[in-house]
């Protein structure tokens, strides 16, 4: 453990030479502990990150290059993760990642079909309580992931989300869409490949409208959101608004990533007029890394106070479903 700490503390000094400005193994804020924690990493990822995401990279990636690679190794690595070769690779990844398999269902890592089966694995009931399930005026975290909220997409574009193009009206397409979540505050969950990835709902209310967007697979570690490259508008994405009665209209986009083999919304929530209750599981990513963003109407919401602390300090916070997210702003 020491050797492999003291690597990656020489690896991130000489990578800093060459991209001053990025962060290895992200440190987070664990929200149920209080305390700090670096992000685990393998070192081959960290090399892959920073070949694909530094200033010379990103001007290659105007002739799509990056895009055909990752688009190709996504639809790859899917294909491997579904074979039943793939089992043999379970047990590493728990050990690994030191994934408590208590909060699971089935817990007996033996039980999975492969890899993939066991990506999408399911919450153990009870292993994740939904903070005050009965009060509407109170929104909740949408995934085991890690956090950071602003009170404006202004804010989040300075110190969060570095792509030139990234607005609510591009990231929706459509800028209808744009004009209603003017000034939105914003709250972005990012999943790593060890972390449970199904997601669930913020809030409480009635779909509004579904749509599904294509797009690529790009990563979505916070070095890749804080390059130039168009990471969050250009993956693929599925989204909804849902209507409440608290926090106005809410839109929830689920946006794929490296490896994601899918990104899908349940067919019950693509239907105008359904219910949702916060907690209830919207949807599942397949295998990869993952993002969701959550976006409230300006002036709606005012989001937790660790929450907010730590995302200006540029911290992500490490969060579990159905823990508190924010409150409804009264009207």
């Known amino acids: 453990m020491f050797l492999q700490v003291f690597l990656h503390r020489i690896l991130d000094y000489f990578m800093s030479w060459i991209h001053p400005d990025a962060h290895w193994g992200w440190t987070s804020f664990v929200r149920k502990t209080g305390e700090f924690e670096r992000e685990q990493i393998p070192l081959l990822k960290k090399l892959?990150?920073?070949?694909?995401?530094?200033?010379?990279?990103?001007?290659?990636?105007?002739?799509?290059?990056?895009?055909?690679?990752?688009h190709d190794s996504a639809l790859n690595s899917r294909k491997k993760e579904m074979s039943?070769?793939?089992?043999?690779?379970?047990?590493?990844?728990?050990?690994?990642?030191?994934?408590?398999?208590?909060?699971?269902?089935?817990?007996?890592?033996?039980?999975?079909?492969?890899?993939?089966d066991f990506f999408t694995r399911k919450h153990r009931p009870g292993s994740r309580p939904i903070h005050e399930p009965d009060d509407a005026s109170g929104a909740v975290v949408v995934a085991d992931s890690r956090a950071v909220a602003y009170e404006s997409v202004a804010e989040t574009t300075r110190l969060w989300i570095k792509g030139?193009?990234?607005?609510?009206?591009?990231?929706?397409?459509?800028?209808?869409?744009?004009?209603?979540?003017?000034?939105?505050?914003?709250?972005?969950?990012?999943?790593?490949?060890?972390?449970?990835?199904?997601?669930?709902?913020?809030?409480?209310?009635?779909?509004?409208?579904?749509?599904?967007?294509?797009?690529?697979?790009?990563?979505?570690?916070?070095?890749?959101?804080r390059s130039k490259v168009d990471i969050l508008t250009r993956n693929r994405r599925q989204y909804v608004i849902i209507d409440t009665e608290a926090f106005g209209e809410v839109l929830f986009v689920a946006i794929g990533a490296t490896d994601v083999g899918s990104v899908e919304i349940h067919d019950r929530f693509r239907k105008t007029g359904a219910e949702v209750k916060k907690g209830e599981e919207l949807g599942i990513f397949q295998y990869g890394g993952s993002s969701i963003i959550v976006a409230f109407q300006k002036g709606r919401v005012k989001f937790d106070q660790d929450l907010v602390e730590m995302s200006k300090q540029k911290i992500q916070v490490a969060v579990e479903v159905g823990m508190s997210l924010g409150r409804a702003v009264k009207q």
């Open 48 to 70: 892959k990150i920073i070949l694909l995401f530094n200033p010379l990279t990103e001007w290659i990636d105007t002739t799509h290059a990056m895009r055909l690679y990752l």
């Open 164 to 225: 030139h193009d990234f607005s609510i009206a591009n990231l929706a397409m459509d800028t209808d869409i744009g004009v209603r979540f003017d000034g939105a505050a914003v709250a972005s969950f990012r999943l790593s490949p060890q972390d449970y990835h199904r997601y669930h709902s913020p809030v409480t209310g009635r779909v509004k409208l579904f749509r599904s967007v294509p797009g690529d697979y790009y990563q979505v570690d916070p070095v890749a959101l």
């Open 84 to 116: 039943a070769e793939s089992r043999k690779e379970i047990k590493q990844f728990i050990d690994t990642y030191h994934i408590n398999m208590d909060d699971f269902e089935p817990s007996d890592y033996t039980k999975y079909r492969n890899f993939e």
